[in-house]
Structure formats: C-alpha cells, structure tokens
C-alpha cells in the first residue's frame, strides 16, 4: 500500500505542522477561513476540550472514547488514531479518525438521515385496504 501523502506532505511532516502552518500550506479554502477565523477569535470553550482530550487519549492518559455534539469541528493532523464518538441527533456514531480524513469535518462521518426502507402499505393505507377483514 502507498504512503499516504496530502498535497505532497507525509503524515509526519503534517503532524509536525502547526495549524497556523497547516492552514496556509495544505487547508483548502474552506478549511483554511475557518481556521484563521479561529485562530483570531479563539476556538471555542467546545472545541478546546475535544483537542485536549484527544491528545491525552494519543498519550494513553485517556481510555474513554472522546465524545462531541459538534460536529463542526476540522480533522487535523494531530488527531489521526484517535477513537471518536460524534452525535448524528439521536445516538453518538463511534469511529477512529484515518489519515484520509484529514480537511474534512467530524459532522461528514456520522450521518443524520438513514436511507428509508418502505415496506408494504399497511391496512388504511389506501382505498383497496378498507374493507379488508384485520387479523
């Protein structure tokens, strides 16, 4: 299998990136406004604690999964390997964060909507069903 690269960068010359150097060098233009947004403003109380636990479980100091309702926040570099839980409105999807991911949103991994599965029409359901005996 290929070493994976990202714009001509390994994923340790990535991790050896700061994000103000990530966002300038590798970020596409979404990724890359937002992050200078928030370099300026200051991340949010939100996103600091999900950095910070995801470089203590990176460590070993945390064994829990890192849970989070935003799914607004970017997959940087340092949080390849880490185990991540992500609320989709009903339930938190579980998943690790893979070098492919990196750019990308938590909110892209755990989707909303499932696919609907019709099944048949129950009694009521149209003209036809009316006078049909119930079980």
Request: charged letters at 35%; aromatic letters at 10%; proline letters at 5%.
């Amino acid at each position: 299998m290929p070493e994976f690269r990202l714009r001509g960068y390994t994923l340790e010359d990535l991790q050896k990136l700061s994000i103000e150097e990530f966002a300038k060098k590798v970020a596409d233009a979404r990724l890359r406004r937002t992050l200078f947004r928030r370099l300026k403003l200051g991340f949010p109380p939100q996103w600091e604690r999900f950095f910070e636990k995801c470089k203590l479980q990176k460590e070993g100091k945390y064994k829990k999964t890192v849970k989070t309702h935003a799914r607004e926040i970017p997959i940087l570099p340092f949080m390849v390997g880490c185990k991540v839980a992500v609320h989709n409105g009903k339930e938190f999807v579980e998943f690790e964060i893979k070098p492919e991911m990196i750019g990308k949103r938590l909110g892209d991994f755990s989707h909303t909507t499932k696919k609907v599965k019709h099944s048949a029409p129950g009694i009521g359901a149209s003209r036809s069903t009316k006078f049909m005996k119930v079980k």
